[in-house]
């Protein structure tokens, strides 16, 4: 899943708990099950700096529209984990064959399935998966 995926989701589970611990626990319980979900992911440098933007300017707007701390520590505890994708994609110059045993969230080292999807459909199963849960915290789908 895209980072701002991650975010956005972690952000609308930490501010519907209020509370920064159960926020935090939330925002790394939803990586796992995101990375669940067949998904697209990027390769290349250069589409993990747009990713990263993306998640700054979530984070400004959320911001600007008032979500507490609880959200922004959802949101930052759902990106968490896939900083050490982006370290080791750093360190190897893009070749994570050879890092995979050294990862350590379970949707990384493959513990847990982290489920794949080509473009399009990979990126349209990440706008599906933010909406559903905007949709159910909303009370849309209750």
């Given at each position: 899943?895209y980072?701002?995926t991650h975010?956005?989701?972690?952000?609308?589970?930490?501010?519907a708990a209020?509370?920064p611990?159960a926020?935090?626990?939330l925002?790394?319980?939803s990586?796992v099950?995101?990375d669940?979900?067949?998904?697209?992911?990027?390769s290349k440098?250069?589409?993990?700096?747009?990713?990263?933007?993306a998640?700054?300017?979530?984070?400004?707007v959320?911001v600007?529209?008032g979500?507490?701390?609880?959200?922004l520590?959802?949101?930052f505890?759902?990106?968490l984990?896939?900083?050490?994708v982006?370290?080791?994609h750093?360190?190897?110059?893009g070749d994570l064959?050879?890092?995979k045993?050294r990862?350590?969230?379970?949707?990384h080292?493959?513990?847990?399935?982290?489920g794949?999807?080509r473009p399009?459909?990979?990126?349209?199963?990440q706008?599906a998966?933010?909406?559903?849960v905007w949709?159910?915290?909303?009370?849309?789908?209750?």
């Amino acid at each position: 899943m895209y980072a701002v995926t991650h975010f956005t989701v972690g952000l609308m589970l930490g501010q519907a708990a209020g509370n920064p611990y159960a926020a935090f626990a939330l925002g790394l319980a939803s990586h796992v099950i995101l990375d669940a979900i067949p998904h697209s992911d990027y390769s290349k440098t250069i589409h993990g700096i747009a990713d990263f933007v993306a998640v700054m300017a979530a984070c400004y707007v959320s911001v600007r529209l008032g979500a507490g701390a609880s959200g922004l520590v959802g949101g930052f505890s759902g990106v968490l984990p896939d900083l050490e994708v982006a370290i080791a994609h750093l360190r190897s110059g893009g070749d994570l064959s050879a890092q995979k045993c050294r990862f350590f969230f379970p949707s990384h080292t493959g513990l847990v399935r982290h489920g794949r999807l080509r473009p399009p459909w990979g990126i349209v199963t990440q706008i599906a998966a933010v909406g559903a849960v905007w949709a159910v915290l909303s009370g849309s789908l209750i």
